[in-house]
């Protein structure tokens, strides 16, 4: 028995090998546990929100530290909290906030350079890059208190057009795998802001809780119900443009039936010759508009001027 090998058969694997190196395509890893659920209009209605809690961080810090300071949102993704967590650095200051409504706790972390850099400000300190990586102390820790319940009220209000909640400091954290503010398989949306002070860039995340958050995404994304008063508008529009088009003028034609040619005899056509029409003398003529037949008529004459009176068809009449 001899086998038979088609032409793709060996070179195959490596001339598609071959095409994915010169697209550049990379492939990524796709959990087929955990389906991506936070849709594009989700994300567009957070990216909105959350770009004016980025506006409000920058203010809060240029107020507090008497210097520029700016923060923008860099990124918008869901993820598990276990996943998101291993991003974060050893120790941090992890924000530990009750939400309420939403389920769980919200946790918003601050690099701890950033804090003690803003701590060094607000004390009448440089606010140099070169700053000590400890837990803070209570006075350190009374200082910061109050921009934290400023930036607490500033996200509120930015995420008021979502949902209304209160949030309310839960505690700190240092090490961010003893936050537990969620489990680690508990599906998270986490916004990632980057805080620039003084020119130094430093990252900022906010992690919200998505089992809690999407039924307040879906209402913010459903279109507004519409009001009698919409509704009566609405329908005088209708009606309005349904008045106008009554009067909108329309080339109508009357027809005889189509006959059939051949491109010989078309091509040897003269004046007096006599063509044969397909119409019968007892079917009515056809009134279109385009290619639509509306209605049907019969030749004649009114005053100077050649007519059709409109007529039913034989089976109409029937």
Do not use: W
Request: aromatic share 4%.
């Amino acid at each position: 028995m001899t086998s038979l090998q088609t032409p793709l058969g060996p070179a195959y694997p490596g001339t598609r090998g071959r095409r994915r190196a010169r697209s550049g395509a990379v492939p990524t890893s796709y959990d087929f546990r955990r389906p991506v659920k936070l849709s594009r209009e989700h994300t567009r209605l957070l990216q909105v929100s959350l770009d004016g809690f980025a506006r409000q961080v920058g203010t809060v810090f240029t107020s507090a530290l008497r210097t520029v300071c700016s923060a923008q949102v860099t990124a918008i993704s869901q993820t598990t909290y276990g996943e998101h967590v291993d991003t974060l650095g050893e120790i941090t200051y992890g924000i530990k906030i009750d939400a309420d409504p939403l389920p769980g706790l919200v946790l918003l972390d601050l690099p701890l350079p950033a804090v003690m850099s803003a701590l060094d400000l607000m004390l009448g300190g440089p606010g140099t890059q070169e700053q000590p990586l400890r837990p803070l102390s209570e006075i350190e820790t009374a200082v910061v208190q109050g921009l934290v319940t400023r930036l607490l009220s500033e996200l509120a209000y930015s995420l008021a057009g979502i949902v209304e909640m209160t949030p309310t400091l839960a505690g700190t954290e240092y090490n961010p795998k003893l936050a537990q503010a969620a489990a680690a398989g508990d599906v998270m949306v986490v916004a990632t802001l980057e805080l620039q002070v003084k020119d130094v860039p430093h990252q900022l995340s906010l992690c919200l809780p998505f089992t809690g958050l999407q039924p307040h995404l879906v209402r913010a994304a459903a279109p507004a119900p519409a009001s009698d008063r919409e509704r009566q508008q609405r329908n005088r529009a209708a009606e309005l443009v349904d008045r106008r088009f009554q009067d909108v003028p329309v080339d109508a034609v009357v027809r005889f039936a189509p006959t059939r040619l051949d491109p010989g005899t078309l091509s040897n056509l003269a004046v007096g010759d006599v063509v044969r029409l397909s119409h019968r003398a007892t079917a009515p003529l056809d009134v279109m508009v385009g290619e639509a037949t509306f209605a049907h008529a019969t030749a004649g004459t009114h005053g100077a001027r050649l007519a059709a009176l409109v007529v039913g068809t034989t089976k109409e009449n029937a």
